[in-house]
């Protein structure tokens, strides 16, 4: 182990894990994630989607870039693939229903570079895909099949073995209580001793602002927001093939998840950070929700949980050196994205720090860094 390391990533989520791996060997890293296990906060509760669509023009930029990792990982990165095609069903009720036909005209005239075209189909095409959805709610929908799963437990582990692979270092149940400056460095307290760094990465999600605190930043504003998942069976039914489903205006969505239905209220309640777990209510709303538009009988939640879902004001990810703090990088703020781009993400990151050009699959789907830089909230 180095006496000082060249860049201590703080935070062991996907953010953080990504740009260890893509940092390559270019620099000595420590990674130091507070929890005895890696991606125990938002990254092992996301709902596990890559979707080229419904999401703004930036992040579909950082997905456009992530594609080709995504479909194509490098040898030996993983055993299973990283995506399994899984198609969006798109559904409104009588009230929404010309607002779907006007979002489908739209997608249709506006595909993403790449994309499959999305279908518009019948109530009774739409019940094909999901027999339990109830023609007396919905009234119209379009298929989108530029939709996956992720097989995010094998993304975080790719990124981990593969940092690792190139000599940085991963140190758990390491939290990281205060820093102070000396000379050309800083030095972390953490509850598994003093680390020393010259640059440090604050990977630490819904924490950032407080974290950044601890080396004397001023908040940015980066605030976490609390998303509700529940877990319901489905007797008489394999759900494994069926695609997932979304109220047009995302007002909630479900889908299959280990031969049972995850389905969520898309909440977004501002929280403190911390160990997020579902109010009662929400829980309600997802069951409400699945109860109204199919003909299921949500008796009883097999399972519920939440996660944070953190973004800065203006909803883009902040990467990169504090314009206040020397050796001071964001690496924050992926917000309800974080899983899909994290290769984009984890790429700029890397070449950031390094003072790199920025990869050739950034550039070419129209990345533009100074989007992201924290100077854009800082006085
Ligand atoms: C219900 C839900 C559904 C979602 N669905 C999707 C989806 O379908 N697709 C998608 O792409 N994204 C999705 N997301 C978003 C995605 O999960 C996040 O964008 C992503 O996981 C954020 O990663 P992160 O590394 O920034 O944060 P985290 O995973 O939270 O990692 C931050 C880490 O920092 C650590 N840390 C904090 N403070 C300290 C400290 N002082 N010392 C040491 N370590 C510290 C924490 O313990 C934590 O492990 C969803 C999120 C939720 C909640």
């Known amino acids: 182990m180095p006496e000082i390391f060249d860049i201590a990533i703080i935070g062991g989520g996907i953010a953080g894990a990504s740009a260890a791996y893509f940092l390559n060997g270019q620099r000595s890293v420590i990674l130091l994630e507070q929890e005895t296990s890696l991606g125990y906060h938002s990254t092992g509760r996301s709902a596990a989607e890559f979707t080229r669509r419904f999401h703004s023009k930036v992040t579909g930029q950082l997905t456009q870039a992530s594609s080709g990792f995504m479909m194509q990982p490098p040898a030996g990165f993983t055993e299973v693939d990283l995506l399994r095609p899984r198609g969006n069903l798109l559904i409104a009720d009588a009230e929404k229903a010309d607002h779907l036909r006007q979002v489908y005209e739209h997608e249709q005239a506006n595909a993403p570079e790449g994309a499959s075209p999305v279908e518009l189909l019948s109530v009774d095409q739409a019940l094909e895909k999901m027999p339990f959805l109830d023609p007396d709610w919905v009234k119209a929908a379009f298929f989108d099949p530029d939709c996956w799963d992720v097989e995010v437990e094998n993304l975080l582990q790719g990124y981990t073995r593969g940092a690792k692979a190139k000599g940085a270092e991963f140190r758990q149940a390491s939290v990281v209580t205060a820093a102070h400056r000396e000379s050309d460095h800083w030095v972390l307290e953490t509850s598994s001793g003093e680390i020393k760094a010259r640059m440090v990465v604050n990977a630490t999600g819904g924490w950032a602002d407080p974290v950044a605190g601890m080396f004397g930043a001023d908040p940015l504003g980066i605030l976490p927001h609390r998303r509700t998942a529940i877990s319901v069976k489905v007797p008489d039914h394999d759900v494994s093939h069926m695609p997932e489903v979304n109220e ?9 998840d280990a031969g049972q239905l995850m389905v969520s209220p898309a909440d977004e309640t501002p929280v403190d950070p911390h160990d997020a777990w ?3 209510l929400d829980i309600a709303y997802a069951a409400h929700y699945l109860s109204e538009c199919t003909t299921l ?4 939640v097999a399972h519920s949980w939440a996660g944070l ?3 800065a004001k203006d ?10 703090i020397e050796g001071l990088f964001w690496l924050a703020g992926v917000g309800g994205y974080g899983i899909q781009t994290s ?3 984890g790429q ?5 720090l390094t003072g790199t050009q920025m990869p050739s699959n950034l550039t070419r789907a129209g990345v533009d860094a100074s989007l992201f830089s924290p100077s854009r909230f800082e006085s």
């Not at 909803?315 to 206040?324: A, W």
């Not at 700029?348 to 950031?352: I, R």
């Open 348 to 352: 700029l990151a890397a070449s950031l």
């Open 309 to 311: 879902r953190t973004f």
């Open 278 to 280: 579902p109010e009662e």
């Open 297 to 300: 009988e949500v008796t009883h």
């Open 343 to 345: 290769p984009a993400v």
């Open 248 to 256: 047009i205006d995302e007002v909630f969505y479900f889908k299959p």
């Open 315 to 324: 909803r883009l990810p902040v990467i990169g050196f504090s314009g206040q």
